[in-house]
């Protein structure tokens, strides 16, 4: 158990940062259980230097979110392309046409992380 939480899988985070792998070697993580934000080698283009993900869902290795500053985006977690939305619609027009999910099944970080770390893995944290 103890060597599982030192991989990619089982690194859940420690004291007041907590994070959740999302395939492809990246993952989403919060810090002071408020501010979940995505850190990738070629950050996120949105608005603000420092973007925070309000609620996000993953399908088909896609990344699709909803940032602090109310826009959308679309990351591919093998391509590393990101697309870049200015509101719900102009997301909602194209998760249609790609079949990724709607806005109204985006979760929150505390939502994704209880329901990843629950089960199974709740007993290999360390």
Known sequence: MFVFSFT???N???GDYARIP??????MQEI???EAYFETDVPLELSSDQPFIDSFQVADDV???QANDKTFFTYNLVTKQQRHFGDAQEYAT?????GLPAVREFK???AHY???WSGWRFWLLA
């Open 114 to 116: 209880s329901s990843y």
């Open 63 to 65: 990344l699709c979110g």
């Open 8 to 10: 990619y899988w089982g």
């Open 108 to 110: 929150s970080f505390g």
């Open 12 to 14: 859940h985070g420690l």
């Open 32 to 34: 002071n259980g408020m």
């Open 22 to 27: 999302l395939g492809n070697g990246e993952a």
């Open 94 to 98: 194209y998760a249609t046409q790609h």
